[in-house]
Nanobody
Framework: QVQLVESGGGLVQPGGSLRLSCKTS????????MGWYRQAPGKQRELVAS???????NYGDAVKGRFTISRDNAKNTVLLQMNSLKPEDTAVYYC?????????WGQGTQVTVSS
C-alpha cells in the first residue's frame, strides 16, 4: 500500500487560491490513477478531480473551470490548483491513489474558505 502525505491546506478568503500537494512513497507512482476527494461536515465524500496514469483528467461539476489537477511522475507528486475559491469549497481534502483493486488514502488537509 502506498503512503500519501497531503499539504497546502489552510484558510483563504473567497476568490482566493490554494495549491494542494500530495506526495507518495514507492516506485510505482507513474502507474497509479490519482485523485482528490473532499468531505464537508455532514456530507458524503465526493470526487474533486482525478488524473489517470496517462494524464487524462476528470473533474467534479462543482469545480470545473476553477480547479486543475496535475501530476509530476519524477517527484511522485500530484497537485491540485484551486482558484476562485468559494465558501462551499470548505472541506477536508483527501488524496487517493488507485491501482487495480487497491485504494490508498492520505490523512487529509483542511481547506477553509471564509472572509
Amino acid at each position: 500500500q502506498v503512503q500519501l502525505v497531503e499539504s497546502g491546506g489552510g484558510l483563504v478568503q473567497p476568490g482566493g487560491s490554494l495549491r494542494l500537494s500530495c506526495k507518495t512513497s514507492g516506485s510505482l507512482f507513474r502507474l497509479y490513477a490519482m485523485g482528490w476527494y473532499r468531505q464537508a461536515p455532514g456530507k458524503q465524500r465526493e470526487l474533486v478531480a482525478s488524473i489517470t496514469s496517462y494524464g487524462t483528467t476528470n473533474y467534479g461539476d462543482a469545480v470545473k473551470g476553477r480547479f486543475t489537477i496535475s501530476r509530476d511522475n519524477a517527484k511522485n507528486t500530484v497537485l491540485l490548483q484551486m482558484n476562485s475559491l468559494k465558501p462551499e469549497d470548505t472541506a477536508v481534502y483527501y488524496c487517493n491513489a488507485h491501482l487495480g483493486t487497491a485504494d490508498s488514502w492520505g490523512q487529509g488537509t483542511q481547506v477553509t474558505v471564509s472572509s
